[in-house]
C-alpha cells in the first residue's frame, strides 16, 4: 500500500477508531498506521511521565499544540521534522522499533 493510498487519519486502521492509540489494529494493518499508533502511545507515556502539558511542550519545541494532539488522536501522521523536535524535546526516542520477521521486512514491533 502506498502512502498516497493510506487514509488521511491512521486511527482509521483502528477496530475502534475511538479508542485510539489504546484498543487494537484491524488485521494487516500497513506499517505506518502501526508507527503511528506506537507514536501515539510513546508521546503521550512520555508526557504523562514528564508531567508536561500539550501545550507547554508545544511551545518548548516550536510545534502547534494542535498538531501535536492530532497525532496523538491518531487524526494525522507525525512528518519527521516534527518528530525530530518532540524528541529532542522530550529528550527521549519516540518513534517505535522496526524488527525484520521472516518474510516481512521493516514490521514496525507492536
Same mark, same amino acid.
Given at each position: 500500500?502506498?502512502?498516497?493510498?493510506? =487514509? #488521511?487519519? #491512521?486511527?482509521?486502521? !483502528? +477496530?475502534?477508531? /475511538?479508542?485510539? =492509540?489504546?484498543?487494537?489494529?484491524?488485521?494487516? !494493518?500497513? *506499517?505506518? *498506521?502501526? *508507527?503511528?499508533?506506537?507514536? !501515539?502511545?510513546?508521546?503521550?507515556?512520555?508526557? /504523562?511521565?514528564? $508531567?508536561? %502539558?500539550?501545550? !507547554?511542550?508545544?511551545?518548548? +519545541?516550536?510545534? /502547534?499544540?494542535?498538531?501535536? %494532539?492530532? +497525532? @496523538?488522536?491518531?487524526?494525522?501522521?507525525?512528518? @519527521? *521534522? $516534527?518528530? &525530530?523536535?518532540?524528541? &529532542?524535546?522530550?529528550? $527521549?526516542?519516540?518513534?517505535? =522499533?522496526?524488527?525484520?520477521? %521472516?518474510?516481512?521486512?521493516? /514490521?514496525?514491533?507492536?
Amino acid at each position: 500500500m502506498a502512502a498516497r493510498d493510506l =487514509p #488521511p487519519e #491512521p486511527r482509521m486502521f !483502528a +477496530v475502534d477508531p /475511538d479508542d485510539w =492509540p489504546g484498543g487494537d489494529l484491524v488485521d494487516h !494493518a500497513p *506499517a505506518p *498506521a502501526v *508507527a503511528a499508533r506506537r507514536l !501515539a502511545q510513546n508521546l503521550r507515556r512520555a508526557l /504523562d511521565e514528564q $508531567t508536561v %502539558s500539550l501545550r !507547554a511542550l508545544a511551545v518548548r +519545541v516550536g510545534v /502547534d499544540h494542535a498538531t501535536i %494532539s492530532r +497525532v @496523538i488522536a491518531g487524526r494525522r501522521y507525525c512528518d @519527521i *521534522a $516534527t518528530l &525530530a523536535k518532540l524528541e &529532542a524535546g522530550l529528550g $527521549t526516542p519516540l518513534w517505535p =522499533p522496526y524488527r525484520q520477521p %521472516s518474510g516481512h521486512a521493516g /514490521d514496525v514491533v507492536d
